[in-house]
């Protein structure tokens, strides 16, 4: 009884280090004049949050950078699994699109931003490419695999019982990959998150989480900062929970990794 | 020989197809300048920016900015990784730390660094740190968490001394996924050290494609985006077979 009861208690040791650092931070804020500049006491901060739900300012760019994750996820995951699955199935598709992808995939996702920048400007429709693109790698990565572990031997059954190329595709590899299909996709949140945050601190126009640190940081707000950075941390990690719950709840019949 | 030259020749095919309709959209004048330069201009740029010297310097920049960076959050981030995992201890007052700080994305972290370290080369070198750092002391954590108990039971039974379960039971079992994380720590930091160029630097590749974007020179900007591509495909390549190298006892892992 006592047992269950002590392991809900998360141990106290863990939480030493961070309340250390933050007593440490808010004794740097308090040393001059100077230090209160670069370090935001802990009342500096509250009021930060305070001023920043007041005015609905942290709503509006939480509600941007979410809703920018979640569509650029959708829209890269889509066309990474279609991709993917074109990739496993057809050996044409394969020759034609693998050169081309790895050699894309090499470009490491915020180099191209200047490029998009010139291209597609430097608002939302650049942000919400580069988000895609992180998503997409992955899914693209993943599906292809997937489909080309599955046994070959589960794709000779279908062909023994007459079935047709969609039918096995349908019936016999899209199931068996699944798992790790989606294991590529929490991999394609995680990304899409990070660029979505490196997306708006590089181009400027527009609502978002990184759009409001850029602000914060040219006008010096260490503790807006501070807040919107802990936001982010949150949101990601509340985001990839969601995926492991459903992945867990979505292939109860499956081990997965 | 010949027969894995014939394999590999039709995955030429759709880049030379690219090449090609890149360069007719741009000679049958398509588009502006602003929008599409052709591959000979953007050719003619590199050649530009070799020969003035310009590109080695922002090169070399970049490196020993990546290079300090990486082997400094690498090395301690091996030795802390081993560490958090054979002491309890440690492990009870780091790791939740370690798990909260994981959820933050390293690029985020950008704009604090810059306005407490200011944009000079401390930040970019820290931040490239903190990004190698983080992987590569989870990956070596992992990685020794990973070692079967009854390994270390064995050593227990026949007092191996502490030098020798380094020497001969810790490190050649690390090693291989330890590497890996290396390897992902490594085309991090190159992707992270390139954002914070871009974001705030007076020099480096990140510097000089965002200096091309600010003057609409697209050309600059491709050239940048092929070597940063190039660069990170090397890196990645180089670690690879330095896997298979140093690695003997690992299966080769697959290209």
Redesign the interface.
């Known amino acids: 009884m006592q047992n269950s009861f002590y392991k809900w208690i998360p141990d106290w040791r863990g939480w030493v280090l961070p309340i250390l650092v933050i007593l440490a931070w808010d004794a740097m804020s308090r040393l001059d004049a100077n230090h209160a500049y670069a370090f935001a006491s802990l009342g500096q901060i509250w009021a930060g949050v305070v001023e920043l739900s007041r005015s609905g300012e942290l709503l509006v760019n939480v509600q941007a950078s979410v809703q920018r994750a979640l569509t650029g996820l959708l829209l890269g995951a889509s066309a990474g699994f279609l991709i993917g699955s074109l990739v496993a199935v057809s050996r044409t598709a394969n020759i034609l699109i693998t050169p081309v992808y790895h050699a894309i995939r090499q470009v490491p996702l915020l180099g191209l931003v200047p490029l998009f920048a010139l291209w597609f400007g430097n608002g939302d429709t650049s942000k919400l490419i580069v988000v895609s693109l992180s998503a997409f790698y992955p899914v693209v990565l993943s599906t292809f695999e997937g489909m080309l572990q599955v046994d070959s031997k589960f794709r000779e059954v279908g062909q023994v019982y007459r079935l047709s190329r969609w039918q096995i595709y349908r019936r016999i590899t899209l199931p068996a990959a699944l798992p790790q299909v989606f294991t590529g996709f929490s991999l394609a949140l995680a990304f899409a998150w990070l660029s979505t945050i490196g997306s708006e601190l590089l181009f400027t126009a527009g609502a978002g989480l990184g759009n409001l640190m850029m602000n914060a940081q040219e006008a010096s707000r260490m503790d807006i900062l501070i807040i919107v950075t802990f936001v982010i941390g949150v949101l990601g990690y509340l985001m990839s929970l969601l995926i492991k719950l459903a992945s867990a709840h979505l292939f109860k019949w499956r081990q997965v990794g | 020989m010949t027969r894995d030259w014939k394999r590999f020749l039709?995955?030429?095919?759709?880049?030379l197809l690219?090449l090609v309709v890149w360069w007719w959209a741009t000679a049958a004048g398509w588009y502006s300048d602003?929008?599409l330069v052709s591959p000979a201009a953007v050719l003619a740029t590199l050649q530009e920016l070799v020969a003035s010297g310009e590109l080695a310097l922002h090169l070399k920049t970049s490196f020993l900015r990546l290079l300090i960076g990486f082997g400094t959050g690498a090395v301690t981030g091996v030795l802390f990784g081993i560490w958090m995992a054979i002491s309890p201890?440690v492990e009870?007052?780091?790791?939740?730390?370690f798990q909260?700080l994981r959820?933050?994305?390293t690029?985020?972290?950008?704009?604090?660094l810059?306005?407490?370290l200011g944009v000079d080369e401390s930040f970019k070198v820290i931040i490239v740190v903190k990004a190698a750092f983080l992987t590569v002391a989870l990956a070596a954590y992992d990685a020794t968490k990973g070692v079967s108990r009854n390994y270390f039971e064995v050593a227990r039974i026949y007092h191996l001394p502490k030098t020798t379960l380094y020497r001969k039971l810790i490190i050649p079992a690390i090693t291989p996924p330890v590497f890996t994380g290396l390897r992902i720590a490594f085309?991090r930091s190159?992707?992270i050290l390139?954002?914070a160029e871009?974001?705030a630097a007076d020099s480096g590749i990140?510097q000089m494609?965002?200096l091309?974007?600010e003057m609409?020179r697209?050309d600059i900007?491709?050239v940048?985006?092929?070597i940063?591509?190039?660069v990170?495909?090397s890196i990645?390549k180089i670690f690879k077979w330095a896997e298979i190298r140093l690695i003997p006892w690992q299966p080769a892992v697959k290209a």
Do not use: E
Not at chain 2, 10 to 15: D, G, H, K, V
Not at chain 2, 107 to 112: E, G, N, V, Y
């Open positions: 039709p995955f030429l095919i759709s880049p690219l602003d929008v201890r009870a007052f780091v790791l939740p730390t909260g959820q933050v994305p690029i985020a972290l950008i704009p604090i810059i306005l407490l085309s190159w992707t390139v954002a871009l974001l990140g494609m965002q091309g974007r609409f697209l900007v491709m940048g985006v092929v940063t591509g190039l990170g495909f990645d």
